[in-house]
């Protein structure tokens, strides 16, 4: 019995330094925290490139706004945010055959239905990928990928490969 209270009290104190550490991280300038990717050299030029071609908005009315640490691999809009990250590591998910695919405008996605987290879109066949991470208070679908479709498409090469 002594063994577990004292695992459970050091779980306790490790969570609650997590905790903490996370709210000295978290950006008090109303900016969005982002985990930056960092990509090798070669897709970190298209992932540049895509940061440039991004909209102004999403979803017809909500607007970009800064994501904190600013980084050509991340952006966002509205809050709470839509969150935008390429150079992600290759996720998994990409080959998980229980996840429903979608593809808007040539590009290719993965859609992951993360319930009450909302929507997680991978971007496939591309030389980068991209995730965008869309919160359930929007009630987007799919259709929300027509405001990316352009600027990956245009930013991003084709690939085979996934």
């Known amino acids: ?22 709210v000295a991280c978290s950006p008090t300038d109303g900016s969005q925290a982002v985990a930056v990717p960092s990509p090798p050299a070669d897709i970190a030029g298209y992932c540049r490139a895509l940061h440039k071609e991004l909209p102004a908005k999403v979803l017809e009315d909500v607007a970009r706004r800064d994501a904190s640490p600013e980084s050509p691999y991340t952006a966002a809009w509205g809050d709470p945010a839509i969150v935008l990250r390429c ?26 239905d993360r319930g009450e987290d909302g929507l997680r879109f991978i971007s496939r066949y591309r030389e980068a990928y991209v995730e965008l991470l869309v919160p359930a208070s ?3 679908d799919a259709g929300i990928l027509v405001d990316f479709a352009k600027p990956v498409d245009k930013s991003i090469p084709k690939t085979l490969d996934d």
Do not use: C, F, Q
Not at 2 to 21: I, P, V
Not at 87 to 103: C, F, K, Q, Y
């Open 1 to 22: 019995m002594k063994s577990s209270t004292h695992r459970l009290g050091r779980t306790s104190a490790a969570a609650a330094l997590l905790l903490s550490a996370a």
């Open 87 to 112: 150079g992600i590591d290759r996720p998994a998910e990409v080959a998980d055959p229980s996840l429903h695919g979608a593809e808007v405008n040539g590009v290719g996605w993965v859609v992951d």
């Open 138 to 140: 929007y009630h987007a």
